[in-house]
């Protein structure tokens, strides 16, 4: 078992979850990031699953895990796409500002205060494991990475970016 380490970034993210929407806020890099990424994420699942006929949603039926969603930002642009996105984050005023935002944008993402270490013990897969930045907050990286491994369906696909 591993855990994410409060020093490492959870104490951070606790002072400034109310500020995950405020793209001039701390996060302002993340939202200045995220159409880049978004555009790279839906190319290669879109390439690997062979989904070119789905224009407006190209994602559509595809089961994602965003782990360390934070307040939401990638999970939503998912959502917008087609993807039925389940967003998990270690950190609960996160989860509470993701709810509350893809309330407010009539958005239907399932968010999770856990683990990927405690959604393993569901036995539940997903077409797509997402973990943005979130490998260099556990202590156990080896033992992370197995578990998004676990997490991801046979034939799935992962994206795993740490700085």
């Not at 380490?5 to 701390?26: I, N, R, S, Y």
């Not at 239907?108 to 856990?114: F, K, S």
Request: proline share 3%; charged share 20%.
């Amino acid at each position: 078992m591993y855990q994410q380490t409060p020093f490492t970034g959870q104490a951070v993210f606790e002072k400034q979850a109310q500020l995950w929407w405020d793209a001039e806020g701390p996060f302002w890099p993340l939202h200045k990031m995220n159409t880049l990424r978004l555009s790279y994420i839906v190319d290669h699942i879109i390439a690997a699953n062979n989904l070119h006929d789905r224009n407006m949603k190209p994602l559509r039926g595809l089961r994602i895990l965003d782990v360390g969603c934070g307040g939401g930002l990638l999970s939503e642009a998912l959502h917008k796409n087609g993807a039925k996105v389940v967003g998990i984050d270690a950190v609960e005023k996160n989860i509470r500002i993701a709810e509350q935002h893809a309330q407010k944008m009539g958005f239907g993402i399932d968010y999770r205060h856990t683990t990927a270490d405690q959604m393993t013990q569901q036995n539940d897969q997903y077409d797509v494991v997402i973990a943005l930045e979130v490998v260099e907050h556990v202590d156990n990286p080896q033992k992370f990475i197995a578990d998004l491994s676990n997490l991801t369906k046979k034939g799935g696909g992962g994206f795993y970016i740490n700085h």
